[in-house]
T-cell receptor, first 115, second 115 residues
């Protein structure tokens, strides 16, 4: 069965620190990869996505992610976090061979940025 | 204009009641979904419809019944509510089913509390 694993469950950083959140998936075929962010009490917003092409993708708010096919990874990075980045971050994979479009989500990482 | 809208946003109800959550998307998408986020913030797909046809029906109690009157609407009806149904329910939509650069857009969520 396909699965998505986010290694960090809870990350605490100070403002201006660099961020890297790990995401690994288990599926050998074609994948679409996503990072979503959920601010406290709000809905899921798309941060960035990878479909094909350049494995380094840039998203909103200074976030970027790198797809490394050989490692089945899609780690999220930001060079300098802000207090407003405090949120829950979800990695998700669309890899359904039945072509239904369903997303498999990781467990989520809670990011707390201290001012 | 909200792209994927759900109502109600908050719902508190007693065990045993029947309730519905409505969802509408104005993006012209063919595919709609219901995801459930539990108290540990884990997101899991429940149902998906493509052009009013049910294409995903995960292991969900049959007390949950989705209905899609047209491709812009996907409602979720829950019978005989139980305490364990307390969660956030997210509606979502995508241009089409499957991969091929398919991005899924989420609604703002419906917070259901069963007491």
């Amino acid at each position: 069965a396909q699965s998505v694993s986010q290694h960090n469950h809870h990350v605490i950083l100070s403002e201006a620190a660099s961020l890297e959140l790990g995401c690994n998936y288990s599926y050998g075929g074609t994948v679409n990869l996503f990072w979503y962010v959920q601010y406290p009490g709000q809905h899921l917003q798309l941060l960035l996505k990878y479909f094909s092409g350049d494995p380094l993708v840039k998203g909103i708010k200074g976030f970027e992610a790198e797809f490394i096919k050989s490692k089945f990874s899609f780690n999220l990075r930001k060079p300098s976090v802000q207090w407003s980045d405090t949120a829950e971050y979800f990695c998700a994979v669309n890899a359904d061979p039945s072509n239904t479009g369903k997303l498999i989500f990781g467990q989520g990482t809670t990011l707390q940025v201290k001012p | 204009d909200t792209a994927v809208s759900q109502t109600p946003k908050y719902l508190v109800t007693q065990m045993g009641n029947d309730k519905s959550i409505k969802c509408e998307q104005n993006l012209g998408h063919d595919t709609m979904y219901w995801y459930k986020q539990d108290s540990k913030k884990f997101l899991k797909i429940m149902f998906s419809y493509n052009n009013k046809e049910l294409i995903i029906n995960e292991t969900v109690p049959n007390r949950f019944s989705p209905k899609s009157p047209d491709k812009a609407h996907l409602n979720l009806h829950i019978n005989s509510l139980e305490l364990g149904d307390s969660a956030v329910y997210f509606c979502a939509s995508s241009p089409q089913r499957g991969l091929s650069g398919n991005t899924i857009y989420f609604g703002e969520g419906s917070w259901l509390t069963v007491v």
